[in-house]
């Protein structure tokens, strides 16, 4: 295992435009999560699966954004209509166990470019 | 709502020399965790701190957490390059979801 990985890890697309990114976790991490990121500014939480289950839904999550892990294994996040507010960088990341002392790890990410 | 305030938000220091970053909140945490992040990749712990006022060393990184575990510091002793990044502070919940601080980005010049 290759650690979290993440497709595409760029994407440009025009405003208006529906965008979808792909995250697979570690094998074996029940929980996973996605922040998003904008230039110099430190990660800010969108939301978090325990295995299938979306648990919990940050309020920059408008209702264009949705998140859905079908199997408890990959988690795809979908951007409609796309705004150039949009534009950041879509971070996940997994970990083993739902305790904060747990290590979650991070993808790459996927850099978004709303033009 | 949890904050973390993290400064100095950007520093540049010579070679050599040692610089601290603090994480400050009005909340308390679980736990607070230390990233450090390349530019075009993903934060990378660096260290978790649990206990109040627990100190942790990682060969030239100090990281101590407030006795009231609502605030952290990194110290960095004897700068180098390679120290170069963003380094930021995370406040976990008990849930292991993440409140991070604005960054610290830090600069080492040879």
């Known amino acids: 295992d290759t650690g979290v990985s993440q497709d595409p890890r760029h994407k440009i697309t025009k405003r208006g435009q529906n965008v979808t990114f792909r995250c697979d976790p570690i094998?074996?991490?029940?929980?996973l999560y996605w922040y998003r990121q904008t230039l110099g500014q430190g990660p800010e939480f969108l939301t978090y699966?325990?295995?299938?289950?979306?648990?919990?839904k940050s309020r920059l999550l408008s209702d264009r954004f949705s998140a859905e892990r079908p199997k408890g294994s990959f988690s795809t996040l979908e951007i409609q209509r796309t705004e150039q507010g949009d534009s950041a960088m879509y971070l996940c990341?997994?970990?083993?166990?739902?305790?904060?002392?747990?290590?979650?790890?991070f993808g790459q990410g996927t850099r978004l470019t709303v033009v | 709502t949890q904050l973390l305030e993290q400064s100095p938000q950007f520093l540049s220091i010579q070679e050599g020399e040692n610089l601290t970053v603090y994480c400050n909140s009005s909340?308390?945490?679980?736990?607070l965790q230390w990233y450090r992040q390349e530019p075009g990749e993903g934060p990378v712990l660096l260290v978790t701190?649990?206990?109040?006022?627990e100190v942790k060393k990682l060969k030239r990184l100090t990281f101590q957490f407030g006795d009231a575990r609502k605030d952290s510091s990194l110290h960095i002793t004897a700068a180098q390059p390679g120290d170069t990044g963003l380094y930021l502070c995370?406040?976990?919940?008990?849930?292991?979801?993440?409140?991070f601080g604005q960054g610290t980005t830090l600069q080492v010049k040879p």
């Open positions: 909340s308390v945490f679980s736990s």
């Open positions: 990341a997994s970990s083993l166990r739902p305790d904060p002392n747990t290590e979650a790890f």
């Open positions: 699966f325990q295995n299938e289950a979306q648990l919990e």
């Open positions: 995370a406040g976990a919940s008990n849930t292991g979801k993440l409140i």
């Open positions: 701190v649990v206990t109040g006022g």
């Open positions: 094998s074996e991490h029940n929980r």
